[in-house]
């Protein structure tokens, strides 16, 4: 039941509850990881869209701009980052986001913080959009009630507040990881003149470790701290 006229219609409904409260920028999620002639059916609605100002966002792989790309704004890319599909939809001024790398629920901290921290960065992702803080097959609090997936739960609820898991912990840390990274970035963007042996410096490292293999990762963020406290310092003198 792909009605083109019914999703308009709706979406032309709802569109005044948006405006009241300032959303500029409305994304619609359209038919989930898509492949095919399944996808490319959808690019009518999705000018349709466009053509009154909504914007588009699916989750897919690997292609998806070869199919589709003109029209999606915004792809959640399932599966390890590619560097090449990245630089397609940001030539062309989209923008997309990292999921199932892997998904929610495996008690492995470092494969979190690691995979949608340094990893994101290295790929040239614009962010991530994983799934699912909380997700549910039947139980939330059994992860053997469903024959094919456990539940995939950053967390778990209460009555009155949220459990944390240590793969949640370790998506934290992918998060402080990025921040580290962004912030040398702009400190050698803003450097003074007199800072550029410090600059060069952090130049240097940055490009080895976005080519680098294996990364110590406390380590990483104890250099990177240290590049920024001396171009801070050189700024500030």
């Known amino acids: 039941n792909y009605s083109y006229n019914k999703i308009i219609k709706d979406v032309d409904k709802a569109r005044p509850v948006f405006d009241k409260y300032g959303v500029k920028n409305l994304y619609i999620y359209d038919i989930d990881e898509a492949r095919g002639s399944l996808l490319a059916k959808q690019k009518k609605l999705w000018n349709r869209l466009s053509d009154r100002g909504i914007k588009v966002f699916v989750a897919g792989y690997k292609g998806t701009y070869k199919s589709v790309g003109e029209s999606l704004d915004l792809l959640v890319y399932a599966g390890k980052p590619d560097r090449e599909e990245a630089a397609k939809f940001q030539a062309a001024g989209k923008k997309i986001y990292s999921y199932n790398n892997p998904q929610v629920g495996?008690?492995?901290?470092?494969?979190?913080r690691r995979n949608y921290g340094l990893e994101l960065w290295r790929s040239g992702f614009d962010g991530v959009m994983n799934y699912?803080?909380?997700g549910s097959f039947q139980s939330i609090w059994n992860d053997f009630d469903h024959l094919r997936f456990r539940d995939h739960n950053f967390s778990y609820p209460t009555a009155n507040a949220a459990i944390g898991t240590?793969?949640?912990e370790g998506f934290r840390e992918a998060v402080d990881d990025y921040k580290y990274i962004v912030t040398l970035e702009r400190g050698i963007a803003s450097a003074a003149e007199e800072d550029y042996d410090s600059v060069s410096e952090a130049e240097k490292y940055l490009k080895n470790l976005k080519s680098s293999g294996f990364t110590d990762l406390y380590l990483m963020r104890e250099n990177i701290a240290e590049h920024i406290?001396?171009?801070?310092?050189?700024c500030q003198n």
Do not use: F, L, V
């Not at 495996?106 to 979190?112: F, K």
């Not at 406290?229 to 050189?234: A, D, H, S, V």
């Open 106 to 112: 495996a008690e492995d901290p470092e494969i979190y």
């Open 132 to 134: 699912a803080y909380q």
């Open 166 to 168: 240590i793969a949640w």
């Open 229 to 234: 406290t001396k171009i801070k310092g050189g």
